[in-house]
């Protein structure tokens, strides 16, 4: 709950919480509230469990490269290029699913795999959280393992110059790329020049 001396400040207090639909992989949620100042409401949320996106980070004759996926996202009927990523399995390490979605997308290995952050995706409309991991000393040439709903992915190696043009392009649709390149570029930045 957000502190405040405003007495105006919008702070809701969850009255009731009701599941409206729910798959496999998401929930929705109405959750009625009622605020600081008497005021009630709803919310819709769209519940889901933490996503895990892997930023791949090979270093080839001082040549910088990271990996996408190209995925058909159904919502939109298109094919997007994303950076690897999969949702956290319940009783999982985050670590090691995080190596293993890396695996079975692009068929990398990766010997160091490390935590870099975590952001929200949408919070206006949902609770999720994306935590970003950056992968290193890279075995390229595996065989992908893909899930039936990952059925015709694409795995692709980019340098960071090339990926810089597909965003300067606009090329890449995908919202949660850019978060994730923004700190994909300050690891660098940081570590390694």
Same mark, same amino acid.
């Given at each position: ?24 992989? #998401? $929930? ?37 490269? #990271? ?5 058909? /996202? ?21 670590? $090691? ?12 290995? +990766? ?15 949902? /609770?999720?959280?994306?935590?970003? !991991?950056? +992968?290193? +000393? ?8 893909? $899930? ?7 795995? %692709?190696? !980019?340098?960071?110059? $090339? ?18 390149? !923004? ?7 940081? %570590?390694?020049?």
């Amino acid at each position: 709950m957000i502190k405040s001396n405003n007495k105006d400040l919008f702070i809701p207090q969850m009255t009731s919480k009701k599941t409206v639909i729910s798959s496999k992989w #998401t $929930e929705v949620v109405q959750e009625d509230f009622k605020t600081n100042n008497g005021r009630t409401g709803s919310y819709i949320i769209v519940e889901r469990k933490p996503a895990l996106m892997i930023l791949p980070l090979l270093i080839i004759n001082k040549v910088i490269y #990271t990996y996408l996926v190209k995925q058909y /996202r159904y919502p939109i009927a298109k094919e997007v290029w994303q950076f690897p990523m999969g949702t956290l399995e319940d009783g999982s390490e985050p670590l $090691e699913q995080a190596k293993k979605e890396l695996q079975e997308e692009t068929g990398l290995i +990766a010997d160091n795999i490390y935590f870099l952050n975590k952001y929200y995706i949408d919070p206006g409309l949902s /609770r999720q959280q994306c935590y970003v !991991f950056i +992968a290193e +000393a890279i075995t390229e040439g595996g065989k992908q393992m893909l $899930e039936e709903s990952e059925a015709g992915m694409v795995a %692709k190696r !980019f340098t960071m110059d $090339e990926l810089e043009i597909l965003i300067t392009d606009n090329k890449l649709i995908d919202g949660w790329i850019y978060p994730a390149y !923004f700190l994909l570029k300050q690891y660098i930045n940081n %570590k390694i020049i």
